[in-house]
């Protein structure tokens, strides 16, 4: 994994491992590899991956069992939300991007839409 350097690094691993859950990568249930293992594949500090894990649990996103390791989440609830958080992050970057290039809400649905069309061609 490539880090930015605009966003402290543990916030950019939450991130990862949100995205792996949403795209289904990592399922309900799942047992997520251990810190120092996800240190080692991330090139970075095992504290700095305590940090994303344990702000994650806090979230409700994963969960502990005391010897057995962390695992996402089965509420739907929280999955479900998480899905709709992400999505609207997507949108509003989008809307807002395209508000810097001087196109208005309704220019850059339409944009959207033709390019969806395009695509589908």
Known sequence: MNFAEDRPIYLQIMDEIIQQIIAGKLKP?????AVREMAVQLST???TVQRSLQELERMNILY???????????????????NQE?????????LSNMKHLGFSTTEALE??????????E
């Open 111 to 120: 944009k959207l839409q033709h390019f969806i069309e395009e695509d589908q």
């Open 45 to 47: 500090n095992p504290n």
């Open 86 to 94: 992400k999505v609207a992050q997507v949108m509003n970057d989008y």
């Open 64 to 82: 502990s069992e005391r010897g057995k390791g962390r695992f996402v989440t089965s509420n739907q609830t929280v999955l479900e939300n998480l």
């Open 29 to 33: 249930g799942e047992k997520i590899s």
